[in-house]
């Protein structure tokens, strides 16, 4: 039973085009995150969504947009494709605990490639 | 300056050396220190996660946090081929605002 889950696992798309990747947790988790791993396998953080709140929005175009239906989804929504934009886009959770670190789960990611 | 840096290596050892992983932080803030390992198109699962300054050892790893030095090591006895893959170091101030290193990756030959 996946505990984190992405669609779709590859996309390949023109520059231009607007797309969404899925995310969905089973475990539980009150927080989700987003992040952009480049080709170099460097690992940055773009959002957190807390209880469907944003509570991590880190200097990203404003070209991507989160949304979070609920506790258990966070979507990314990416608009006017650029190659700049091409990476592997990976979704995690987390347990919420204030004062605490809670290991984060992560999915298996999406690789993005912009034409 | 990155708030976290780490040799992205690549680093070739044979089987059975000792591993020596490193990164330094500019963040004094931060107080959760972890060590992700990230196999080719997989994504990172935690490895190792230590509070504050100290050593933590789990079987044949080891991380040491330095926070005067703002320093932090993984260490791995006895290496073996199937630790072969990218380890990440991360860091956080609160809980949830994980910040990563570049990650190293590791390839243990047989």
């Known amino acids: 039973d996946t505990a984190v889950s992405q669609t779709p696992k590859y996309l390949v798309t023109q520059m231009g085009n607007d797309k969404s990747i899925k995310c969905e947790q089973n475990?539980?988790?009150?927080?989700m995150y987003w992040y952009k791993q480049d080709s170099k396998k460097f690992l940055k953080i773009m959002f957190s969504y807390n209880n469907k709140e944003l509570i991590i929005n880190e200097t990203v175009p404003n070209r991507f947009s989160p949304k979070s239906p609920d506790k258990a989804h966070l979507n990314l929504h990416i608009n006017s494709l650029e190659l700049g934009d091409s990476a592997v886009y990976f979704c995690a959770s987390s347990l919420q605990r204030t004062g605490g670190n809670t290991e984060a789960f992560f999915g298996q990611g999406t690789r993005l490639t912009v034409v | 300056q990155k708030e976290v840096e780490q040799d992205p290596g690549p680093l070739s050892v044979p089987e059975g050396a000792i591993v020596s992983l490193n990164c330094t932080y500019s963040n004094s803030a931060f107080q959760y220190f972890m060590w992700y390992r990230q196999y080719s198109r997989k994504g990172p699962e935690l490895l190792m996660y230590t509070y504050s300054s100290g050593n933590k050892e789990d079987g044949r790893f080891t991380a040491q946090v330095d926070k005067s030095s703002k320093y932090i090591s993984l260490f791995i006895r006895d290496s073996q081929p199937s630790d072969s893959a990218t380890y990440l170091c991360?860091?956080?101030?609160?809980?949830?605002?994980?910040?990563f290193g570049a990650g190293t990756r590791l390839t243990v030959k047989p």
């Open positions: 475990l539980g988790h009150d927080t």
């Open positions: 991360a860091m956080s101030a609160w809980g949830n605002d994980m910040r």
